[in-house]
């Protein structure tokens, strides 16, 4: 499996909200490291992927913030209960549902991925942090292609030790926001990786 492994230059995101852009939530404590992991589409990706990445940065608790539109909401519990995933909901919705589910294991994260990456794909926000639940839902005023508009938004206040993970557009790359050592440089990073990753360094401009 291939992907290629890039830090985002400043200019590139914002920890306001960004409708169209880096990124659709908010980030209320800014953080050292951010990494595009790209060139990969995740419904093509190895099952084992993500699930064994997170095992090697010992990643485990992990708790995964999601949109969830009204007509997934039951596939979404079924899911989730089935693997005995904890959840509770932010916000409930006519049209959308904002939920933070609890992953202890790589078990439960296989049988629940799928069901992630299919939401990320389709426009809907997808983010998980390590270790600890950091999510809320707060009033924001946005840029980008909702410049200016106050809605409410997925707010996140990471902590020091931690690592925000964002499945970007199309579900063609994990965005990371990191303050882990395991994180500062390409080499400390490819360490982390499934054996059968082949990565390589990619330079945004």
């Known amino acids: 499996m291939n992907l290629s492994i890039g830090y985002l230059p400043i200019s590139y995101y914002d920890f306001t909200p960004d409708a169209g852009g880096c990124f659709p939530f ?7 490291y951010v990494v595009s992991f790209c060139d990969i589409y995740l419904p093509e990706c190895d099952e084992n992927f993500v699930p064994s990445w997170m095992e090697n940065i010992k990643a485990y608790p992990l708790y995964f913030c999601a949109e969830v539109p009204n007509y997934f909401k039951d596939e979404y519990e079924e899911i989730l209960s089935a693997a005995q995933i904890e959840y509770r909901y932010l916000t409930e919705g006519k049209e959308q549902h904002i939920s933070v589910a609890r992953i202890q294991h790589g078990k439960q ?35 980008g ?26 579900g063609n790359s994990i965005d990371v926001l990191s303050g882990q050592r395991c994180f500062s440089t390409y080499e400390n990073i490819i360490k982390t990786l499934p054996e059968f990753v082949t990565p390589s360094l990619c330079e945004f401009e």
């Open 26 to 32: 908010a980030v209320d404590i800014e953080v050292p």
């Open 109 to 143: 994260l296989l049988a629940a991925f799928p069901f992630y990456i299919t939401l990320g794909c389709g426009g809907e926000t997808v983010v998980w942090g390590t270790k600890e639940d950091v999510f809320s839902v707060e009033l924001r005023k946005w840029k």
């Open 145 to 170: 292609n909702w410049d200016g508009l106050i809605e409410k938004t997925i707010v996140i206040k990471p902590k020091v030790d931690t690592s925000i993970f964002w499945i970007g557009y199309d």
